[in-house]
């Protein structure tokens, strides 16, 4: 048995570990990282990085490998790679499941404002905050660029790259976060307005709940739907569940 985890997310670390502990000594469990962070926490078992080429060149490796089951836990705006994995599945006749945390829901207090994309959250902002907390990851700020008026602080775990914001201070730091500390940066930064991806789990949360104490605005955009016909899990331990069912990973 070959299972390919197309990682880069604290779940599919998680999945890996519950895999290689769980699973026959003869299995194979190898992760798949994109490699766009400089320094990842690499999980247990076999370990590529980079791209494979589209949905024909993850098909090809699929059938070269002689995978039996993939399990897609990107991160849930890893768009692309998702739906090339539905291609490349279907094509190569392999199960195929989508590890997705659950995504975040307003509680009381929550001032969101929900949109569909970063083009969108750009769009938004100027009527909520002058003083913005941009945690929406290093790709993508070109959305922000032309809002000159705005100020900007953006963390992600690298320095991001050309085009962003003008008016930007970069924060590299990488989660879990804390309440306090969340507390402490809106309080420190004067910070008016959060923008975040609905990313989901407990890593990356706290900031909405200081967010809420603090009664600012918090823009969310809407994570991308999993493609038609894809198996859903929410958790790596219901991963595990569907490798072992039958008609699952090991059909």
């Known amino acids: 048995m070959h299972v390919l985890v197309l990682g880069g997310t604290t779940e599919a670390r998680h999945l890996a570990e519950s895999l290689v502990e769980a699973l026959p000594a003869t299995a194979r469990v190898t992760s798949s990282l994109a490699g766009r962070v400089a320094s990842p926490k ?4 076999g370990v590529r990085v980079g791209g494979f080429g ?11 490998h002689q995978v039996s089951a993939l399990i897609d836990a990107t991160h849930p705006f890893a768009e692309t790679i998702s739906f090339n994995a539905a291609a490349a599945a279907a094509a190569a006749h392999v199960p195929l499941l989508a590890l997705r945390r659950p995504g975040w829901v307003p509680g009381g207090g929550d001032a969101w404002h929900t ?8 769009d938004a902002l100027p009527a ?23 100020w900007f602080l ?26 306090e500390g969340e507390r402490d940066l809106i309080r420190r930064h004067r910070i008016d307005v959060v923008v975040t991806k609905d990313s989901g789990g407990a890593a990356t949360a706290p900031k909405l709940a200081a967010a809420r104490e603090a009664r ?32 699952g990973g090991r059909a």
């Open 54 to 64: 589209g949905a024909d060149g993850l098909a090809a490796w699929l059938r070269t």
């Open 115 to 122: 949109v569909g994309s970063l083009a969108e959250a750009a």
């Open 154 to 179: 953006m963390r992600s775990v690298d320095a991001p790259d050309a085009p962003h914001p003008a008016r930007m201070e970069v924060l590299l730091d990488r989660g879990p976060f804390t309440l």
């Open 216 to 247: 600012i605005p918090v823009v969310v955009v809407r994570r991308p739907p999993v493609p038609d016909g894809v198996t859903v899990a929410g958790t790596p331990e219901q991963a595990l569940a569907w490798l072992r069912a039958p008609g």
């Open 128 to 150: 909520l905050g002058q003083r913005v907390f941009l945690t929406t990851g290093r790709m993508g700020l070109a959305a922000f660029a032309a809002l000159d008026q705005l």
């Open 42 to 45: 690499l999980p247990p078992g």
